[in-house]
């Protein structure tokens, strides 16, 4: 049996995921969900939230924190860095990629705020200045070495790339601009997911 992921084409988490199996070089069947129709994931799964990984040997994972945690316990896999508190450091950008980078691109991406509302310039420029302070962070970290925790990717960097991938060419390219670190930490995991430069 082959690896197979549940997914939906725009969706962070669902990105966080492939991103990882990229990276990770894990050949997987990719099963495009149609957002109304929910049925297979459900069946698979027994819910309906998207990503689900079903591993070879029939596991199944549902939504990309625990997806990336399998990922990461799999024989061989590079996921994580080596020291346990570069370990635990790494689950903390996790989940500060998920909540507090995650609603700033969501909203920057769909230039909405929490509600729906559409944003005007100064809210834009307010949300802007939010993600910059937050990359500012992430920028410190990167200057230890090429990727977050060591020289190749973990669950961090595919964190936080999935939700820098939530904007649009645009936005990145504004954010690549004014973050020379990211810029280049940005293209190294684009090249180590087989995705170019």
Do not use: K
């Not at 790494?90 to 995650?102: F, K």
């Not at 936080?160 to 020379?180: F, G, P, Y």
């Amino acid at each position: 049996m082959r690896m197979a992921l549940y997914h939906l084409e725009d969706c962070a988490q669902c990105e966080m995921a492939r991103l990882a199996l990229a990276v990770e070089r894990i050949g997987y069947e990719s099963l495009l969900i149609d957002p109304a129709d929910r049925s297979e994931v459900q069946r698979i799964s027994g819910q309906r939230r998207v990503p689900v990984l079903v591993d070879t040997d029939g596991s199944v994972f549902v939504e990309a924190p625990r997806i990336l945690r399998h990922l990461a316990a799999g024989q061989g896999a590079r996921l994580l860095p080596g020291g346990r508190r570069d370990q635990t450091l790494t689950w903390v950008l996790v989940e500060r990629a998920d909540e507090r980078l995650a609603p700033l691109c969501h909203s920057l991406g769909r230039r909405i705020d929490a509600a729906g509302t559409p944003l005007g310039e100064d809210e834009l420029r307010a949300v802007r200045r939010r993600l910059g302070d937050e990359l500012a962070v992430i920028e410190g970290v990167l200057e230890r070495g090429p990727f977050l925790f060591g020289d190749h990717p973990t669950v961090a960097d595919v964190a936080v790339h999935a939700m820098l991938n939530r904007l649009s060419e645009d936005e990145v390219q504004r954010i690549l601009t004014d973050h020379a670190w990211l810029a280049r930490w940005y293209g190294l995991v684009l090249q180590a997911a087989g995705r170019g430069a």
